[in-house]
C-alpha cells in the first residue's frame, strides 16, 4: 500500500477516483499508464491554444510605440514603409501588462498571463513554420509535442484519449501535426473535427456501437485475438500493436466521451461566459474552449484547439479586429473558469502561432510574415503571471532579449511538465530521438 502511495504522491495525479484508476491503469501495464515524472511538475496537463497563420505581435501583444512614432519612414525591407499600429495599448491588470485594446476580456487576466514577446524561428513559411512548432522539425516526420507528452507521462482516464485536438487544420503538414510518427500509434492525437467546418457539427465517428455491449464485446475479442496472433508471428509490427490499443480504448471510449462533449450539461452562465450561442462570432471559438476544459477536467493530459483565420496580408484594418474578437471572450473565459474550478494552478494553457508578421507594411493595408520575432504567451500551470519575458527590437523586427526559440518554448513546456527534454529520448533507427534534437533551454525565468 505504502508503494501505491508513493505513486500517487510523485505521478501528480492526486488521490481522487481519476488517481485510483490512473494507479490500476499503472498496475496493468497499460501503454498510457500515468508515469512518474522526471522531478516534480508544477503543470499535469496543458491546454494549446494554436493560432493558424501568424498572429501579429505588434497589433496584439509586443507594445512598439517607437514603431508608431516611425510610422510612414523606410522599413529595413527595400521598398517598405513602416507601419505603426491602429490600436491602442494600454496597461493592464496590477501588472500592469501592456495589451492592444484588440482584447478587452482578455485584458481583464492580465495577471495570468506570461507574456513571451521573444519568440523566433527559422523560415517565414507556414507549413514548415507551422510542423516547427508542433514538432520541432521542420523536414522530417517526427512525433508530436502532444505525442511526446503522453508518451512521457500516460493519462489519468483510461476511458478517454490521453491527447485530443479539436479542429486541427489539413494543411501546413495535416496529421503530422499530431502525429506519434516512429513512437507508438497509441500517442497520436485523436482528432475532433477539422478547421473548416462549426465544430457545433463535429461528432466522433462509430462512437455508438451498432449492437449491444456485450455482442461487441465478443467481436472485439475475436478482432483483438487475430490481431494478437498476427503479433505473434511477426514478432514486431506496430500498425498492429496500435490497433490492439486503439480498439481497447476506442470500446471504453463508448461509454464517456459523448458524455465528456456534451455540452447541454453546461449552465447557461457557463455557455454565456464562453460566448456560446447562434449567431455570436464567439460560438465556434467558444465551444472549442469549453470542450478543451471538459476534457482535461475528466483526465485528458494533452488538448490542442485550432484557430485558423490570423494571415492577414491584406486587409487587417478590418479582419484583424474580428477575428480578434472571436477569440478574445472565449479565451478570458477559459482561463477564468479553469481558476474557478481550482485547475487553473496546474493546467498550463499555452497560445502560438507559427510565426509572427513585419513591422512594416505589405501592400496599403496588411502585414507579411516575420520569423524573426513573435510573441506567444503562457498561464497557469506554473508559469509566473503578469510579466513579459524577452524581447524584441523596438520595432518589432527581430527577437534581441531572452531569446525563446521553438526548441526552447518545447524544452520550458516538457520542464513545467516534470520532464526534462534532454531525458526524454526514443530509440529508432539506432539512435535516441528527443521532440527538442539537441537544442533548447529552458527559460526558468518565467517559472514561478
Not at 246 to 265: N, W, Y
Not at 286 to 309: I, W, Y
Not at 403 to 425: N, W
Not at 439 to 446: D, L, P, Q, R, Y
Request: with cysteine; aromatic share 8%; net charge neutral.
Amino acid at each position: 500500500m505504502n508503494s501505491r502511495r508513493h505513486f500517487l504522491q510523485t505521478s501528480g495525479v492526486g488521490f481522487g477516483w481519476l488517481a485510483f484508476q490512473a494507479l490500476a491503469q499503472a498496475e496493468s501495464g497499460s501503454p498510457l499508464a500515468v508515469k512518474q515524472p522526471h522531478f516534480s511538475a508544477k503543470a499535469k496537463r496543458v491546454i494549446f491554444l494554436c493560432m493558424r497563420g501568424a498572429p501579429s505581435h505588434v497589433d496584439t501583444f509586443d507594445h512598439k510605440p517607437k514603431l508608431t512614432a516611425a510610422s510612414g519612414k523606410d522599413g529595413r525591407a527595400p521598398g517598405t514603409k513602416l507601419h505603426g499600429s491602429q490600436w491602442k495599448f494600454a496597461p493592464q491588470g496590477k501588472s500592469g501588462l501592456p495589451i492592444s485594446e484588440l482584447f478587452p476580456h482578455l485584458s481583464k487576466r492580465a495577471d495570468d498571463l506570461c507574456l513571451i514577446n521573444s519568440m523566433h524561428t527559422e523560415l517565414p513559411a507556414h507549413a514548415q513554420s507551422f510542423l516547427k512548432l508542433h514538432t520541432g522539425n521542420a523536414q522530417f516526420v517526427r512525433p508530436s509535442l502532444g505525442a511526446w507528452a503522453l508518451y512521457g507521462l500516460g493519462t489519468v482516464n483510461e476511458n478517454l484519449p490521453g491527447f485530443v485536438t479539436i479542429a486541427p487544420p489539413t494543411l501546413f503538414g495535416g496529421a503530422q501535426n499530431y502525429g506519434s510518427a516512429f513512437l507508438p500509434a497509441i500517442y497520436q492525437g485523436t482528432r475532433v473535427g477539422v478547421d473548416a467546418r462549426p465544430v457545433v457539427n463535429a461528432q466522433m465517428r462509430n462512437i455508438v456501437p451498432p449492437v449491444g455491449s456485450v455482442a461487441q464485446r465478443k467481436e472485439i475479442e475475436l478482432v483483438q485475438a487475430l490481431n494478437r496472433e498476427k503479433l505473434q508471428r511477426d514478432q514486431v509490427n506496430p500498425e498492429v500493436e496500435g490497433a490492439i490499443e486503439s480498439f481497447e480504448l476506442a470500446f471504453k471510449m463508448q461509454s464517456e466521451m459523448p458524455r465528456v462533449m456534451d455540452l447541454t450539461k453546461e449552465t447557461q452562465q457557463t455557455l454565456d461566459a464562453y460566448g456560446i450561442g447562434e449567431g455570436n462570432a464567439t460560438d465556434d471559438f467558444g465551444r472549442k474552449c469549453l470542450l478543451a476544459r471538459r476534457m482535461v477536467e475528466a483526465g485528458v493530459r494533452f488538448v490542442e484547439v485550432t484557430h485558423s483565420d490570423w494571415d492577414h496580408h491584406f486587409k487587417i484594418s478590418k479582419d484583424l479586429p474580428s477575428t480578434c474578437e472571436s477569440v478574445d471572450q472565449p479565451l478570458a473565459a477559459l482561463l477564468a473558469d479553469l481558476d474557478s474550478r481550482g485547475l487553473l494552478k496546474d493546467t498550463l494553457v499555452v497560445w502560438s502561432g507559427e510565426f509572427g508578421r513585419t513591422p512594416h507594411a505589405q501592400g496599403a493595408d496588411g502585414r507579411d510574415h516575420n520569423s524573426k520575432g513573435f510573441t506567444a504567451w503562457m498561464a497557469g500551470g506554473g508559469v509566473k503571471g503578469g510579466m513579459r519575458y524577452g524581447s524584441t527590437d523596438d520595432l518589432g523586427y527581430e527577437a534581441v532579449e531572452d531569446k525563446m526559440h521553438t526548441h526552447d518554448f518545447h524544452a520550458t513546456i516538457l520542464h513545467l511538465l516534470g520532464l526534462d527534454h534532454e531525458r526524454l529520448t526514443y530509440r529508432y533507427a539506432g539512435r535516441d530521438f528527443r521532440l527538442t534534437d539537441v537544442k533548447g533551454s529552458v527559460a526558468k525565468k518565467i517559472i514561478a
